[in-house]
Structures are given as C-alpha cells and as structure tokens.
C-alpha cells in the first residue's frame, strides 16, 4: 500500500511539472505567433489571412 501512494504522489508531481511546462510552452507559441503576424503583416503592408489565396490562383 505504501508503494501505491508514493507511486501516486511521484506521478501527481509529474503531471503538476508537464501542466507548468505546457503552460509555458503555450504562451511561448502564441508569442511567437503574434509577432510572426506582425513581421508578415509588416513586410506585406497589409492584414495576414489564413486561408488567403496566392496571387498566382
């Protein structure tokens, strides 16, 4: 029973770890996304749509 809980509690600080390193991950992408969009939306002069077509089409 002892080993249970203390396997319990080593995987409870596991997840605690992986949910703040999420955390952070996903405010670091959506930085990075932000400012992605400001560099295109910069270097087109314009506003960045996702689904846009090529000129070439």
């Known amino acids: ?3 249970l809980s203390r ?3 080593e ?3 596991i997840v605690a770890r992986q ?3 999420i955390e ?5 992408v959506a930085r ?3 400012r ?3 560099r295109e939306a910069e270097a087109n002069g314009g506003i960045v749509l996702g ?7």
């Not at 952070?24 to 670091?28: A, I």
């Not at 689904?51 to 089409?57: F, I, M, Q, S, T």
């Open 1 to 3: 029973m002892a080993h």
């Open 7 to 9: 396997t319990v509690d």
């Open 11 to 13: 995987l409870s600080d």
């Open 19 to 21: 949910e703040r390193e």
């Open 24 to 28: 952070v991950l996903t405010r670091r």
């Open 32 to 34: 990075l996304m932000e």
């Open 36 to 38: 992605e969009g400001a």
């Open 51 to 57: 689904d846009e077509r090529p000129p070439h089409y």
